[in-house]
Every structure is written in C-alpha cells, then in structure tokens.
C-alpha cells in the first residue's frame, strides 16, 4: 500500500519523482526505489514523507483511508462549522474542480441525513 500511496500523493502535488525527492532531499533513485517498493523506507523518513505531504503515518501505510486534511473537515463538519467557514478553512474540490457553494450545501445535506439514519 505504501508504493501506491507516495505515487498518488506525488502526483495529487504535480510532482515529478525528481522534483519530489529534490524537495524531500533524497536522491530521485531512493524515492523511485519506495514507490516501486524495493525499498522500504525507516520511520524517520516516513514521518519526513509524512509531514511533506500532510497526511498521517496510518495514510501512508494504508492503515487510514483519510488524510490529515480529511480528517480536519470531518471534525470540523461534525462542529457545525458555518459554510462560509469551511469554505476559508479548505479548498474543497472534486476531480479536480473548485466545489461550488450549491455542491457544498448537497454534500453537507447528504452528511447529516447519513448521520439522522443511525
């Protein structure tokens, strides 16, 4: 699960694996050795990944399926945060896009009647 998710974060930033590991200060063959899984790396340098990309050491290792971000706008969802609020705090997107406020408001919506049918 590791590979797979240093080439997604990579590639979720727009980096390639040189400009990557340049910014991570490693070598472009040790970060392509993670990525394809011939290396693993140790825990200082899984926090370092971790900390580059904001996401928790369970995100990394697949242990989560939530990065820090996500897990911040659910807390944050959960707190009824105003959507005004919500919209300064994060960038909401989706495939790429900019959500629009009405999007907002449907996915909110959607949340709560999660939440009413428990």
Do not use: W
Not at 37 to 49: A, F, Q
């Amino acid at each position: 699960m590791l590979k797979e998710r240093l080439k997604q974060l990579r590639k979720e930033k727009g980096l390639s694996q040189y400009e990557a590991a340049k910014k991570l200060d490693f070598s472009r063959g040790k970060l392509a050795n993670y990525e394809q899984g011939t290396r693993e790396p140790d825990y200082d340098t899984l926090e370092k990944i971790a900390d580059f990309y904001d996401c928790s050491l369970d995100y990394l290792l697949g242990r989560s399926d939530l990065t820090n971000n996500e897990e911040d706008f659910i807390h944050d969802l959960q707190n009824d945060f105003s959507l005004e609020e919500l919209q300064k705090k994060y960038s909401l997107t989706v495939d790429g896009k900019t959500a629009t406020e009405e999007e907002i408001k449907a996915a909110i919506t959607f949340i709560r009647s999660l939440r009413d049918m428990k």
